[in-house]
C-alpha cells in the first residue's frame, strides 16, 4: 500500500498548527536523495547514503520516511511534480509541446528515472497534475468523452518512451564516461568490415540518400506532430 500521508504532506501541513520547526523534514530527506540519484544513481540514494549526506543517524531518516520503498516513491512523484505543466493562454498543441519538453527535460536532469517502473506510479501530487494536464487538453478539442483519455494515454506513452530513451543515453554516458556518439565512432569499422549491404538493401539505399541524417530530437518532434495530427482530424 502507498504511503498516501508522505506522499500528499503538504495538503496535510496546511491543516496543522504551526510550531518550531523540526531539524530536518521529508522535503529536506528527498532533496538529498534526489542529489545524490542525479550524481549517482538510484542505487546510490540509499538510507545510509542519504543519512551521511545529511549528517543524522540512519535510523533517524525512518522517522521521516518509513522505508526505501518510500523514499523511492517520494522522490519519483515530487520530480513529476518539477515539470510545473501549469499553462496559460496556449492552444492544445502547445500544451502538449509543452509537456513533452518538459517531460523530456525531466528524463535528462534525473537520469536515474529509467531504472524505476512508471507502469505503477506512485499516487501523488505529481502523477496526478500530469493526468489532470493531459485530460484537461484532450477535453476541450471536441473528442468524444470515450476518447479523451485514450488520446491522453497514447500522447503519454508516445512522449515518455523518447524521453526515457533520452534519459537512459544521459544515464549510460554518465557511469561510461563516453558520450553515444563517441560510442558509435568507435564502431566505425563495423560498417566497413561487417554491414553486408546486399543483405540490408534498404537501409543501404536509405544510407546513399542521407536519409540517417535526420534523427534525435528531431525524430521526436516528427513523431509527435503526427500523432497530434491523427487525433486532430478524428475531431474533424
Do not use: C
Request: hydrophobic letters at 45%; a negative charge.
Amino acid at each position: 500500500m502507498e504511503n498516501y500521508p508522505l506522499l500528499w504532506r503538504r495538503d496535510v501541513e496546511k491543516t496543522r498548527r504551526t510550531g518550531r520547526p523540526p531539524r530536518l523534514s521529508v522535503d529536506t530527506v528527498l532533496a538529498a536523495a534526489i542529489r545524490i540519484a542525479d550524481a549517482e544513481g538510484l542505487e546510490a540514494a540509499s538510507m545510509a547514503r542519504v543519512a551521511t549526506e545529511l549528517n543524522v543517524a540512519t535510523m533517524t531518516l525512518y522517522t521521516y520516511v518509513p522505508s526505501r520503498a518510500d523514499l523511492v516513491a517520494l522522490m519519483v512523484d515530487e520530480v513529476l511534480l518539477e515539470r510545473d505543466l501549469t499553462t496559460t493562454g496556449l492552444a492544445w498543441r502547445e500544451r502538449i509541446g509543452h509537456f513533452a519538453t518538459r517531460t523530456r527535460g525531466m528524463f535528462l536532469t534525473h537520469p536515474w528515472l529509467t531504472e524505476v517502473s512508471l507502469v505503477r506510479p506512485p499516487l501523488g501530487p505529481g502523477t496526478m497534475a500530469e493526468r489532470e494536464f493531459l485530460i484537461a487538453a484532450m477535453s476541450g478539442i471536441g473528442l468524444p468523452v470515450k476518447e479523451v483519455n485514450r488520446a491522453a494515454v497514447s500522447v503519454t506513452a508516445y512522449v515518455y518512451a523518447f524521453a526515457r530513451e533520452a534519459g537512459e543515453d544521459a544515464r549510460l554516458s554518465r557511469s561510461s564516461g563516453q558520450s553515444t556518439e563517441s560510442w558509435w565512432h568507435e564502431r566505425g569499422d563495423f560498417w566497413e568490415n561487417w554491414f553486408d549491404v546486399a543483405k540490408h538493401p534498404a537501409m543501404t539505399a536509405l544510407w546513399n540518400a542521407g536519409g540517417f541524417d535526420d534523427e534525435g530530437q528531431t525524430a521526436f518532434d516528427y513523431g509527435l506532430a503526427l500523432l497530434l495530427e491523427g487525433i486532430e482530424r478524428s475531431v474533424e
